[in-house]
C-alpha cells in the first residue's frame, strides 16, 4: 500500500489554513493504482454476503460501484438534502462546527439486508456514522465500512463500534 501512498498528491492549506488535503485523483489517474486499490478494498470482503454496498456522496460514488460490481451486490447513493428524486429518510448529524443531513431512498435498502459502507476517506467518522444509522434505519445491517484512506490521528473508528471497518491506506499525522 505505500506505492499507493506514493501516487496521492498532498496539498497544503486546502480547503483553509492549517489543513493538508490528501487529493486521491491522482491515484484514479493511474490505472494500476486504481485497480489495486480496488481490488484490495474487495479482497477484505470476498466470500463474505454483500446485498448493497452503499457509497457517500460525493467521493464515496467513485469506489462504491465498482465495489458493488466486483462483490456481485447493489449500489446506493448516500447524497445531501433534496438531490434524490424519491421518498427518502434522512439523518442529521454533527460536525466540529454545526450540521449536517444525510438522505437514502426510503426503499434502498430492505430489512435484512447485508450492506457494506464505503467512502474515500475516514476522518472524523461522523459522516459513516450517520450513514450507517440510515442502513439501519432502513432496516439492513451494517456488514463493514470501507475507505481508501483513512487519518488514523483523528480516531475516526471510534465513532464506528462493532462495525468491521477496513482502510487500504493510513495517514498516521
Not at 452503499?54 to 433534496?82: C, D, N, Q, S, T
Amino acid at each position: 500500500m505505500n506505492r499507493l501512498k506514493t501516487l496521492i498528491r498532498e496539498i497544503p492549506d486546502y480547503p483553509k489554513p492549517g489543513i493538508l488535503f490528501y487529493d486521491l485523483t491522482t491515484l484514479l489517474q493511474n490505472p494500476a493504482g486504481f485497480h489495486k486499490l480496488v481490488d484490495r478494498l474487495c479482497e477484505h470482503y470476498a466470500g463474505k454476503a454483500v446485498d448493497a454496498v452503499v457509497g457517500i456522496e460525493a467521493r464515496g460514488f467513485i469506489f462504491a460501484p465498482a465495489l458493488a460490481y466486483r462483490l456481485g451486490a447493489g449500489f446506493v447513493p448516500v447524497r445531501k438534502p433534496k438531490k434524490l428524486p424519491w421518498k427518502t429518510a434522512s439523518v442529521t448529524y454533527q460536525l466540529e462546527y454545526g450540521t449536517d443531513t444525510l438522505e437514502i431512498h426510503q426503499d434502498a435498502i430492505k430489512p435484512g439486508q447485508r450492506v457494506l459502507i464505503n467512502d474515500d476517506l475516514l476522518a472524523t467518522g461522523g459522516t459513516a456514522a450517520a450513514t450507517a444509522e440510515l442502513v439501519r434505519k432502513l432496516g439492513g445491517e451494517v456488514i463493514g465500512a470501507s475507505f481508501a484512506v483513512e487519518l488514523t490521528f483523528l480516531n475516526g473508528r471510534k465513532k464506528l463500534p462493532g462495525i468491521d471497518v477496513t482502510s487500504m491506506i493510513q495517514y498516521d499525522k
